[in-house]
């Protein structure tokens, strides 16, 4: 799919007139980093057949505003106390999007915790992540029906997972393959060599996504490597690798569905770089102006996935008017009745605190629960 991609000289177009770089065309106007849309300005359209019908593309684009407002709706919670702390993803909606509308419906998602409502996207309600977040163990539903597996906060060990299970499938005749989501910095663990590797060896059908943000927490990825693309690292194990510019929906689209018809088709697995920004917070605990310029962000923020994408469609005339404020007046009314449903509920009985660790709960953990209720005056849900 590529070659090396270290050594290529970085594009001209990165330069404007007056000599000073625009980060944002220098990376993504980069002709290794496969694209589609411009940015109405200096990043230019790429004119090129994408085969996606405007039914597809306007799919896109609702999923893209569903993700996006989940996030708004989730960091508006938490600040209310109506959430935990939680990992926002806003700016990285295509990455999400594109890649699981090019997975067959059998396939099986492995998200990592940055993925923080993928399970919106295989038609699960809001209610199991909000719960999530709450903390309530209600929202950890049976991953089997939609195929989603649990969120892995632990970083890149659901890397193995993804390859583990992918091989079962092939080993069994099964027509299956699985995508692993992570970000930059997992690639700095040895989970990621080691899901890889077996991946690679085993000719498992994995599609692996790294969600390349250039942070890691407060490391910025010129920390973490010595390589200028993650995609190079897909050499070190032999398997295709390819760099996409993760702001936009329709590349990330195609790129999947190239990986996705390799796995099925026999082909092994494939690493994606999808090469974006982080531009909030690491999470809500998180205050970014410790470690770097706030400035930097905003440079980014003009290509993120959903107005880049609105205004791609509206260059092509394929925007209908109103179209992104009624997708998000009938997301936000979807996303605040589960909340009123969920905070109407009495609250999870205080033995689920032990009863969900082991299959038989230890009589000390029974006791310990038990002098717990005693000092907060006891009572189920306490």
Known sequence: MTTPVSETPASPAAAN???VVDPVVALLGDPRVQRVMGDGGALTDVDSPHGLDAEQLLDLFARLILLRVFDERAVAYQRQGRLGTYPMYSGEEAVQVGTVAAAQPGDWIFPSYRQASIGLLRGQGPEPSLRYWRGDA????????????????PVATHLPHAAGLAWAARQR???????????????????????????????????FVCTNNQWAISTPLHKQTRVSALADKGAAYGIPAVRVDGFDCVAMRLAAGEAFARA??????????????????????DDPSLYRDAAEAGVWERVEPVRRMRG??????????G??????????????????????DPPPPAEVLVD?????????????LGAWLDDAGGGEGR
């Open 356 to 368: 969900t660790l082991y299959a038989a709960t230890p009589p000390a953990l029974r006791e310990q």
């Open 138 to 153: 209600r929202g950890l539903v049976d991953p089997r029906p939609l195929r989603v597996a649990p969120l892995a906060t």
């Open 323 to 344: 179209l992104e404020e009624r997708l998000r007046s009938e997301s936000r009314a979807e996303i605040e009745a589960a909340m009123q449903r969920i905070e109407a």
């Open 264 to 285: 099925h088709g026999g082909g092994g697995p494939t690493l994606i770089e999808a090469v974006c920004y982080r531009i909030g917070p690491h999470g809500t605990a």
């Open 17 to 19: 007139p007056e000599g």
């Open 312 to 321: 791609w469609l509206e260059r092509r005339g394929a925007y209908p008017d």
């Open 173 to 207: 005749g099964d027509d299956v393959a699985s995508v692993a989501f992570f970000g930059d910095g997992a690639t700095s663990a040895g989970d990621f060599h080691e899901g890889l590797n077996c991946a690679a060896v085993l000719g498992a059908p994995v599609v």
